[in-house]
């Protein structure tokens, strides 16, 4: 069982337009702690960031700044190689991450030998057959001798989930997992890997644009906007009691059966995310501010992370007053409630 700690996870991007360098900051001091046997869902629109922190995870990509731990229960942290092993992704597109010219049993072979799981051609093929079956891809040995494309996109990424699986995966970071899946199998797919993740006690990270999922296979829930994380909590109080202004917008626009409780919660959030213009390269105060209907000129300055509930956190001026920190601005709403 592994617990993995990340602490002020921070990724800037330099990025040049034309003769101009800008930076990016994509991912803005970020700290969370996926634990055996939960599931925390990362939400947040597109460009938020999301991707960039399951990369520098899977160690894909340098961190800017901040740290990235797993720890085994001992308390002893997982290193090197053993890391590769312990944490594994599963990415949006099956098809990109699996190689067109190999077997399945190709995909799934090689990281048992090499993780030195199985040896010998018969121990091999055997263990090979019992992932395709702990991912539910029947007949095995049938499904063992194709290749990427004689296979559905559903059956791809259970290949994909079975992939993860052979190293020993003790993490799993499912970047999108299913939104390139057609819509129809994509919950049989998300039930695979909640199922996994009892049956191993695996830590996951379910990274999505999709609430009503994230609240159904999560146990807490992280909301990214513009590279922050501005709430976070239980998944059921962040869905049913969303404290900052960009999580009401999304929970009240969220396709969900449960979408009378939020009856009062009205506003549509835009199509597109307010432009390139204002992105977080080095925005000393709130990322939402040009967007939300509760904006205060206390905005301008970066709201501190406050206690809304239980494990809940919001940062949003319009809660900093309960005790926590500053008061809004004078002239400035001070309602609990945006309108
Ligand atoms: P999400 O997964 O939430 O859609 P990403 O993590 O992919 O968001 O991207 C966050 C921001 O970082 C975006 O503005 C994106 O354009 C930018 N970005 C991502 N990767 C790079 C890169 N390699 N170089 C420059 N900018 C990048
Ligand atoms: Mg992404």
């Known amino acids: 069982?592994?617990?993995?700690?990340?602490?002020?996870?921070?990724k800037v991007f330099s990025i040049r337009s034309g003769l101009?360098?800008?930076?990016?900051?994509?991912?803005?001091?970020?700290?969370?702690?996926?634990?055996?046997?939960?599931?925390?869902?990362?939400?947040?629109?597109?460009?938020?960031?999301?991707?960039?922190?399951?990369?520098?995870?899977?160690?894909?990509?340098?961190?800017?700044?901040?740290?990235?731990?797993?720890?085994?229960?001992?308390?002893?942290?997982?290193?090197?190689?053993?890391?590769?092993?312990?944490?594994?992704?599963?990415?949006?597109?099956?098809?990109?991450?699996?190689?067109?010219?190999?077997?399945?049993?190709?995909?799934?072979?090689?990281?048992?030998?090499l993780h030195g799981r199985a040896r010998g051609r018969e121990e091999t093929r055997r263990m090979v057959e019992q992932l395709l079956e702990r991912v539910n891809l029947t007949p095995a040995a049938d499904i063992a001798q194709r290749r990427p494309h004689e296979l559905s996109g559903g059956q791809r990424q259970r290949v994909a989930i079975a992939r993860a699986l052979?190293?020993?995966?003790?993490?799993?970071?499912?970047?999108?997992?299913?939104?390139?899946?057609?819509?129809?199998?994509?919950?049989?797919?998300?039930?695979?890997?909640?199922?996994?993740?009892?049956?191993?006690?695996?830590?996951?990270?379910?990274?999505?644009?999709d609430l009503a999922t994230a609240r159904h296979f999560s146990d807490d829930i992280l909301v990214m906007y513009r590279g922050r994380v501005v709430e976070r909590g239980p998944a059921d109080e962040v869905i049913l009691n969303p404290r900052h202004p960009y999580t009401r917008i999304l929970a009240a626009a969220a396709p969900d059966p449960d979408a009378r409780d939020r009856a009062r919660l009205t506003e549509v959030p835009d199509p597109e995310p307010a432009g390139g213009s204002a992105l977080p390269g080095d925005d000393p105060g709130c990322t939402f501010r040009d967007r939300c209907p509760s904006a205060m000129e206390i905005c301008a300055r970066l709201p501190e992370d406050v206690a809304v509930g239980r494990d809940h956190h919001a940062r949003c001026w319009l809660h900093a007053g309960d005790g926590h920190g500053a008061r809004p601005a004078a002239g400035g709403a001070t309602a609990e409630r945006p309108a």
């Open 1 to 10: 069982m592994t617990t993995l700690e990340v602490r002020g996870l921070t």
């Open 20 to 113: 101009r360098r800008s930076a990016l900051r994509a991912v803005d001091n970020v700290s969370f702690t996926l634990t055996p046997g939960r599931t925390v869902a990362l939400v947040g629109e597109s460009g938020s960031g999301k991707s960039t922190v399951a990369r520098m995870i899977a160690r894909l990509e340098k961190p800017t700044a901040g740290k990235i731990t797993a720890i085994r229960p001992d308390g002893t942290p997982v290193g090197g190689r053993a890391y590769r092993d312990h944490v594994q992704m599963v990415f949006q597109d099956p098809f990109a991450s699996l190689n067109p010219f190999h077997t399945v049993e190709h995909h799934l072979a090689r990281p048992l030998k």
């Open 166 to 209: 052979a190293p020993g995966a003790r993490v799993v970071i499912a970047d999108e997992p299913v939104s390139m899946l057609d819509v129809s199998i994509r919950l049989g797919v998300l039930n695979l890997l909640a199922r996994l993740q009892r049956e191993d006690d695996l830590a996951v990270l379910y990274i999505t644009h």
